[in-house]
């Protein structure tokens, strides 16, 4: 057995070494300090719907699950057969219609011309049977001439404005198509990087069809819960902080974005100030956009971190909660 000097060196150890580490933690900053609050979370990004408009068979998917892409890229095309069948009946259409407006146009020239005949005839008329050179059927058959003439101008120009019609129609129907086509290379909204290809080439989708989902990397924040005494503190703008769990020897700045206006976890309606206490708010701390872009290639989403806010805008952030980003 030890002897009683061994065990009393032992003990004097273990109360030197309990002492130190309360001296350590009296000495150490809290976590969070004084005007702060921390809690857990983790990234998460916006996502966007690579859809169809209509129904259509998919041509080809040009991207792969995790590749990068830029706001404007084609990403999957649909088959365009049948549209590019439909322009070209269309412009044919219009083509037919302009040909047709050029004849209305000549047919009101022609009955222009007849219609001023048949008036000169009726005045050279009216002024023979003044003079009694001439009977008054012939003026009545002047008269109805000319009203033969005018009703025929009348129906070219009807003619005229059925083609131009017609021209109208087929050239809508032509930009239509033309849209359809354009929408049938489906492309990227905004910057950011596939997440998951939903559609296989060769399918037949409905309207609607989900081919792919974009994660928006401009659109980044990490999701964290607080308690009611603290939530209601937050302000939208407030200053934050992140550290992620696989990155810790950095500090990544953020803002607070959003604050539910609902609590989750316990019920809607509570009534004591002990359930109260349990009600937590979900919160928003996005991440500057310019942080961002210049690390698009190591943006996640999912990782588990640490966020801290700032309740009280006279607080000053430590020095170990300085931002630190990689270089």
Known sequence: MPSRKVLAGLAAGALAIAAALIWFVLRAPSDPPEGFARTNGRI???????????????????VKEGDLVKAGQVLAQLDTAELEAQLKEAEASKVQAEQQLA??????????????LATLQLERSLSLVSKGVTS???????????????????????????????????????????????????K?????????????????LAAGGRVLTVL????????????????????????????????PQYVVPATVTFVASEAQFTPKYVETKIEREKLMFRVKLSLPAEILAAHENV???????????????????????SVTLPQ
């Open 44 to 62: 998460e990004a916006e996502r966007v719907d690579i859809a169809t408009k209509f129904p259509g068979r998919l041509k080809s998917v040009l």
């Open 103 to 116: 004849q209305a146009v000549a047919l009101v020239a022609q009955r222009d011309s007849e219609l001023r």
């Open 136 to 186: 008054q059927e012939i003026v009545d058959q002047r008269e109805s001439a000319k009203r033969t003439a005018e009703a025929a101008v009348n129906s070219a120009n009807a003619e005229v404005a059925v083609a131009k019609a017609a021209i109208e129609a087929a050239a809508a129907r032509i930009n239509r198509l033309a849209v359809d086509i354009d929408d049938s290379s489906l």
């Open 188 to 204: 990227a909204p905004r910057n950011g990087r596939v997440e998951y290809r939903l559609a296989l080439p060769g399918e037949v």
């Open 216 to 247: 928006d990397l401009t659109d980044v924040y990490m999701t964290v819960f607080f308690p009611t005494n603290e939530a209601g503190r937050l302000r939208i703008g407030s200053e934050a902080r992140v550290i992620f769990d696989a990155a």
């Open 299 to 321: 943006v996640k989403t999912g990782v588990p971190g640490v966020g801290y806010v700032k309740l009280s805008e006279d607080a000053v952030w430590p020095k170990r909660l």
